[in-house]
């Protein structure tokens, strides 16, 4: 058998989770010798009986291992166990990773400076436009957005980052023949080629709820920290938020509108002292700073593509603004425009929701 194909075996074996699966691999070293193990040898493993013991000795799948392996050149995807280099660092650290990952693409050494953005499948245009700023503007600084490809905040946060030519990772909760959404294909393509989509799912696994959750921990547990933008009551982002805290990771959230129903979980993370409160993209760095070791002033930001489609001379005028006011004169100036120039400008810009007007003629990107 080969070291492969054993890494397969034995996490088919029923019984054998994350957990067993490392606890096998200190006691034996590597999963074929674990596999070769006698019964006496396995229930000195704690937490591990006859039963399992027995079922690590005898099942032996072999139609579905090599199932798995010949799937892996048809999509164009490899295994990435985890004593591989190229699995994520930082998924190493928490209680339960996965022993072996099914990765198209690759993660790669940049990719330790991740941060998630989740939320509601059901995103309002408020969420929306977070979704979409904080994705550009972490790209803009070099950081990698970590989602997991669901319809809402999720695919507003990888498309938004491909706009900007940044790196995106997408973590599935199924097979990766078998994306959910459907209609998320063609962006898990370009994800492909600027980022890594990836999942503990082998092959042929559909998109089954029990599997979300466990995927959860992987966006969280991949990543420095994670932004929950939108999300009600029952939103699998707040079990991301979850388990990024039990994972000693940061968790932030975007504060919501009162009484919106895709505002109360995020609301609520803020209310308990859960997530730090944030309002623009600087307030994450600065709080992630100390971890990477950086002075954020001294990093080298490209400037965030809009999640707009601008006209040269909007584009010129956006690029100008940031997250604090402006007064249109400043702008004018800036620009070598009359200020009736840049309000003509402005105001096409507000109706497409780029920005958004102060009083006292003060202007803000949105």
């Known amino acids: 058998m080969s070291d492969l194909a054993s890494w397969l075996t034995l996490a088919r074996v029923p019984g054998v989770g994350s957990a067993r699966f490392h606890a096998l ?97 059901f995103v309002s245009s408020y969420g929306r436009r977070m979704a979409e700023s904080f994705s550009a503007e972490l790209s803009s600084y070099g ?56 999942t503990e799912q082998p092959f042929g696994t559909g998109p089954d709820a029990v599997n979300f959750p466990q995927r959860n921990r992987i966006i969280s547990g991949a990543t420095l920290g994670t932004i929950v933008v939108e999300a009600g009551q029952r939103s699998g982002a707040l079990i991301t938020a979850r388990f990024a805290l039990e994972q000693g990771r940061e968790v932030f959230a975007v504060p919501g509108p009162l009484n919106a129903p895709g505002s109360e979980g995020v609301n609520r993370l803020i209310k308990d002292g859960t997530a730090k409160l944030i309002q623009r993209v600087e307030d994450v760095i600065d709080e992630l700073a100390p971890r990477l070791g950086f002075d954020p002033s001294r990093i080298e930001r490209k400037p965030p593509v809009p999640a707009f489609d601008l006209l040269p001379e909007e584009k010129s005028v956006y690029d100008r603004l940031s997250p604090d006011p402006q007064h249109i004169d400043q702008l004018a100036s800036a620009l070598a425009l009359t200020s009736s120039q840049a309000l003509g400008v402005l105001l096409a810009l507000e109706l497409k929701g780029a920005v958004r007007q102060l009083p006292g003629m003060m202007f803000v990107r949105s």
């Not at 039963?51 to 990435?80: G, K, P, S």
């Not at 940044?166 to 959404?181: E, F, H, I």
Request: net charge positive; hydrophobic share 40%.
């Open 25 to 121: 691999l200190r006691r034996f070293g590597s999963p074929s010798a674990a596999l070769s193990a006698s019964t006496d040898e396995l229930i000195t493993i704690e937490g591990l009986g006859p039963q399992t013991a027995r079922a690590i000795r005898t099942h032996r799948d072999e139609a579905f291992v090599d199932r798995q392996l010949r799937l892996l050149e048809r999509h164009e995807a490899r295994i990435v166990t985890f004593r591989d280099r190229g699995y994520p660092g930082r998924l190493r650290e928490i209680y339960d990773p996965p022993p072996l990952l099914f990765v198209s693409g690759g993660w790669k050494a940049r990719d330790e400076q991740s941060v998630a953005i989740v939320g509601t499948r």
């Open 143 to 198: 950081f990698t957005v970590v989602s997991g490809m669901a319809r809402g905040v999720d695919t507003l946060a990888h498309k938004t980052a491909l706009r900007g030519d940044g790196r995106t990772v997408a973590v599935l909760g199924s097979g990766l023949d078998r994306p959910y959404p459907a209609e998320n294909r063609k962006m898990m393509a370009s994800i492909r080629e600027h980022g890594a989509v990836m």
